[in-house]
């Protein structure tokens, strides 16, 4: 099987498509909730003239997908892999955000899972970056078995760095985690 950053991605809950530039206003529809970005290191990332930068450089990365609820077809969140490294054997996966209708639900470790295990079969070791105050985040993907592994100074396409926690997780730790974690 050769890697693709972009392939379409599915399972009982979501389906994930490669964002099109067809996508903007399906998901500046979701953007455009203020509460979305309350935690994240850009917090004006509702406006529309700052999620356009957002969307730009999503579309620019050839690794961003837009999030299907299967149930009723709505466009409900992105997520991106990026940084691809051949060598070391490592990608990134962030930029995830969802509607807030979503938090809670299950929607982001099912996402998660889905992504990592696909990504496995070609890499090693996932890394994300997670805004120091993401608190939602933060929780989240260590929920997913993610480990902090060190803080930086990121920046984003088009945007001011900002203090970003770096977690990982290997293929190794991923196959051993315990089954429950996973969410089909």
Do not use: C
């Amino acid at each position: 099987m050769e890697f693709n950053t972009q392939p379409v991605l599915e399972n009982k809950k979501v389906i994930l498509y490669p964002l099109q530039e067809t996508d903007f206003e399906a998901l500046y529809a979701v953007a455009s909730d203020p509460e979305v970005w309350k935690q994240h290191p850009n917090k004006d990332r509702w406006k529309i003239e700052v999620f356009r930068v957002f969307f730009e450089g999503a579309l620019k990365s050839n690794g961003a997908f837009k999030i299907v609820d299967k149930a009723t077809g709505n466009v409900i969140g992105t997520t991106r892999v990026y940084g691809y490294d051949n060598q070391a054997g490592s990608i990134m996966i962030g930029y995830t955000f969802y509607a807030t209708a979503y938090w809670g639900t299950g929607i982001n470790r099912s996402v998660k899972t889905m992504m990592l295990d696909y990504l496995f079969q070609f890499v090693s070791k996932v890394i994300f970056e997670i805004g120091a105050e993401n608190l939602r985040s933060q929780i989240a993907i260590g929920r997913v078995g993610a480990t902090k592994i060190d803080e930086q100074e990121i920046a984003y396409f088009g945007e001011k760095p900002k203090l970003n926690f770096v977690y990982t997780i290997t293929k190794e730790e991923w196959l051993k985690r315990p089954q429950d974690i996973s969410v089909h």
